[in-house]
């Protein structure tokens, strides 16, 4: 195929406005396919997944309104893919590409990406893609999740770049392969036709609108949208006073070692480019904490575009201005074949270091730390005949304060847009109870305006035995508050037994449960803004009549 236009037509503003919303609805149409036809809660209901249209050569034009963390790597992925693995002259109509390789262009092993290129006349004019989060990838633990392992081969199947679908043929035995190694072969196989649909549905509507518009219109469109989104961002990015920004945070450890984790960024501006320095990261860990930079780099762009003081188009022109510093074999540039099942961890964390730096070069445009971690518990069931269940919750917490509001309860943020799972979704399906989900008492961080609750959410074991993992953060390092506001609380987890709590630690592989057992999850809290001493006599008597804070602390009272 060849993607090379035909002589430049001229687009007047009008034109290329429609077209950015035409891609826009392309990607969001995408998005409603996956949600409607997809198998598992955990796409179906959670929404971990995301589509998004690219321009011929691969890089990202128009996103859905899904997950930061997919969206922002996506075209990082396809760009490794087509570098590294198949390049694009392999690509033939009605082809299907995936991977799930974290180093191959994916993002973890639970997460298949999926890509298929637009032909026009014999000219690929896009390539359409999906992400989706998959109940299960095998590997040592339930959800391939493992707590506790230390190279990427325990963490379960991986595919290499290769064509599922070739010139509209699908590859049985890979799919014959991929279901042979997962725990819920229906869900996979369910979720996977959701992808392509999506697909099929994306093709589509490009094709038409080539139709209407003509394929070297198309061509030309992308370029001047990422062109446009690149002008965009360093007139943005101009704005911000020249200088450097540091800040850092840490993991609470890598659920191998007990030793916390160093997250560091320095932000250089200058004119209107942008330079992140993470030389300053910890080394890569044995456990599954790591994150490819793929991953990094997505929380990265995240950030910068969470405090821009203007519309920026969201796509791969946004990231041109900005430039990443990250020594390989460092905990957000990690080297085969760490391990990297909960790189997300990084990807949060990296996003409130990055929001605490640009808090001193654009102060007021910041909130306080969020709860900043994917809160990823999975339940394996056992029935008494050895029948297998499979659950993947993914919880959140409380948002921080801004400068002139209060945070948010339990609230996706950050690196998160997911919902939460409904009960009786859960409970029809698998046989666990939900015995107790809200908000969780003073858990805001104390301020000027206080942070956002978090939430405790409760499962008990209804079947014979059960098999718990937990990858989970925020247990030792809370999140910030800004301007003498205080930290939100601290994760806990709990394995409630004979009516005895027993803590458990932040991370937990293939802890066996048995009937009448229960899991109690609590999450952290956003951090306060602003010095306790300063919120409202009213806003104190509604904090205290809905225990939304703690007390403040006496230091905090003193000043």
Same mark, same amino acid.
Request: net charge negative; glycine share 12%; hydrophobic share 40%.
């Given at each position: 195929m060849n993607a090379t236009p035909p002589p430049t037509p001229t687009l007047g503003p009008v034109t290329l406005e429609v077209l950015r919303n035409a891609f826009t609805a392309v990607a969001a149409e995408m998005d409603v396919t996956v949600w409607r036809t997809s198998r598992s809660t955990i796409v179906r209901e959670m929404l971990d997944y995301s589509t998004a249209v690219f321009d011929a050569e691969g890089y990202n034009v128009a996103q859905s309104a899904r997950i930061p963390g997919h969206l922002n790597s996506m075209s990082a992925g396809l760009l490794t893919i087509i570098r590294d693995f198949l390049p694009l002259e392999a690509w033939d109509e009605g082809d299907v590409v995936i991977t799930n390789d974290p180093y191959c262009g994916g993002q973890h092993i639970p997460d298949i990406l999926a890509f298929r290129p637009v032909v026009v006349g014999g000219r690929r004019i896009a390539i359409v893609g999906t992400l989706c989060h998959?109940?299960?990838?095998?590997?040592?633990?339930?959800?391939?999740?493992?707590? $506790?392992? $230390?190279?990427? /081969?325990?963490?379960g199947l991986r595919i290499p770049p290769l064509k599922?679908?070739? &010139?509209?043929? @699908?590859? %049985?035995?890979?799919?014959?392969? @991929?279901?042979?190694?997962?725990?819920?072969?229906?869900m996979l196989w369910g979720d996977l036709q959701a992808q392509l649909a999506s697909l099929a549905v994306g093709e589509g509507t490009m094709q038409r609108l080539a139709a209407r518009f003509?394929?070297?219109?198309?061509?030309?469109? !992308?370029?001047?949208?990422?062109? #446009?989104?690149?002008?965009?961002?360093?007139?943005?990015?101009?704005?911000?006073?020249?200088?450097?920004y540091s800040f850092e945070d840490f993991l609470d450890d890598d659920g191998i070692l007990p030793d916390p984790i160093r997250i560091h960024a320095a932000i250089e501006v200058r004119g209107e480019e942008m330079v992140v320095d993470l030389s300053g990261c910890g080394r890569q860990a044995a456990g599954p904490v790591n994150a490819t930079l793929a991953s990094s780099g997505s929380a990265v762009a995240y950030a910068v575009l969470a405090v821009a003081d203007s519309d920026i188009p969201a796509n791969a022109g946004c990231y041109r201005p900005v430039r990443i510093i990250a020594p390989e074999g460092s905990?957000?540039?990690?080297?085969? *074949?760490?391990? +990297? &099942?909960?790189?997300?961890?990084?990807?949060?964390?990296?996003?409130?270091?990055m929001f605490g730096a640009l808090h001193q070069?654009?102060?007021?445009? +910041? *909130?306080?730390?969020?709860?900043?971690?994917?809160?990823? !518990?999975? /339940?394996?069931t056992i029935g008494e005949d050895g029948a297998r269940g499979v659950l993947v919750e993914?919880?959140?917490? #409380?948002?921080?304060?801004?400068?002139?509001?209060d945070g948010l309860n339990a609230?996706?943020?950050? =690196?998160?847009?997911? &919902?939460?799972?409904? +009960?009786? =979704?859960? %409970?029809?399906?698998v046989p666990l109870t939900l015995t107790g989900y809200g908000l969780l008492d003073g858990s805001g961080g104390a301020g000027r305006h206080r942070g956002g609750l978090g939430l405790f959410r409760e499962w008990r074991v209804d079947s014979a035995a059960a098999v718990f993992t937990a990858n989970l953060e925020r247990f030792k390092f809370r999140?910030?508050?800004?301007?003498?506001?205080? *930290?939100?609380?601290?994760g806990a987890l709990y394995l409630i037994r004979d009516g005895e709590w027993r803590p458990l630690p932040s991370k937990v592989n293939n802890l066996p449960l048995r009937r009448g057992d229960t899991i109690r999850l609590e999450t952290s809290g956003g951090g306060g803004y602003g010095p306790p001493g300063e919120r409202g006599a009213a806003e104190r008597a509604n904090d205290a009549a809905c225990r939304y804070v703690r007390p403040p602390s006496a230091a905090a009272a003193a000043g």
């Open positions: 998959h109940l299960d990838m095998g590997g040592m633990a339930a959800g391939s999740y493992a707590a $506790t392992a $230390t190279e990427i /081969f325990q963490e599922l679908v070739r &010139a509209g043929v @699908m590859n %049985e035995d890979v799919l014959a392969m @991929m279901r042979q190694n997962v725990r819920r072969p229906d003509g394929a070297a219109t198309i061509l030309e469109a !992308c370029r001047q949208l990422l062109d #446009g989104s690149e002008r965009a961002m360093r007139a943005m990015i101009g704005r911000i006073p020249d200088g450097r905990i957000v540039h990690a080297s085969h *074949p760490a391990p +990297v &099942a909960n790189r997300v961890a990084v990807a949060h964390r990296l996003a409130t270091t070069a654009v102060p007021g445009r +910041v *909130p306080a730390a969020y709860y900043g971690v994917s809160y990823v !518990c999975s /339940f394996q993914i919880e959140i917490g #409380g948002t921080g304060a801004y400068h002139d509001q609230w996706a943020y950050g =690196m998160h847009n997911n &919902a939460s799972i409904p +009960v009786e =979704m859960i %409970e029809a399906e999140p910030y508050g800004l301007e003498g506001g205080e *930290p939100g609380s601290a």
